[in-house]
C-alpha cells in the first residue's frame, strides 16, 4: 500500500522521485541526515529548523498534519534520492523526528559504514544528541 494512500492522501500524487536528481556516490552520515531532515521538516512545515528536535513529533510537538508529513517525506525522498517502502515503516512511529530521520537514513545507499544504531531497535544511542542546531 501507498504511503500516500496510508496517510491519506490520494495515491494519484505525483512521484517524489525527480527524474532530473543527480545519483551522487558521496557518503553522507547519520549528522547530515539529521541535519539536513531537520531543514527539510521546518521549510516544508514553515518552522524554524532552530527550535526543531530530534526527540519532537511532527504531529503533537509541532502541529503539523498527515497532508504536511507526506509533504515532509516527498522532500525527503526527492533530496535524498531515495524511495522510501511502504511496508519498512511503522504509522504510528513515522511522526517522530528520530524515526523519520532512522527511515531515511537506512534508504541512503551511499551512507558512512560508521553508525551507532542497536540493530535490535530504530532508536539512536547517545550520538543523536550531538546533533545541535546553532
Not at 512511529?93 to 537514513?105: A, D, G, P, T
Request: proline share 4%; hydrophobic share 35%; net charge negative.
Amino acid at each position: 500500500m501507498c504511503l500516500l494512500a496510508l496517510l491519506g492522501t490520494p495515491a494519484t500524487a505525483q512521484n517524489p522521485v525527480n527524474a532530473q536528481t543527480v545519483v551522487t556516490t558521496k557518503k553522507i552520515g547519520w549528522k547530515e541526515v539529521c541535519q539536513q531532515t531537520l531543514e527539510i521538516i521546518g521549510k516544508e512545515g514553515g518552522l524554524d529548523p532552530k527550535e526543531l528536535s530530534l526527540k519532537g513529533n511532527i504531529k503533537t510537538d509541532y502541529g503539523l498534519d498527515s497532508l504536511d508529513l507526506v509533504e515532509i517525506i516527498t522532500e525527503c525522498e526527492r533530496h535524498f534520492n531515495i524511495r522510501i517502502d511502504d511496508a519498512s515503516i511503522d504509522t504510528d512511529e513515522i511522526y517522530k523526528v528520530e524515526y523519520l530521520v532512522h527511515v531515511i537514513y537506512f534508504e541512503i545507499p551511499h551512507k558512512k559504514v560508521r553508525d551507532c544504531f542497536d540493530p535490535n531497535s530504530w532508536k539512536k544511542q547517545d550520538a543523536c544528541s550531538e546533533v545541535k542546531k546553532k
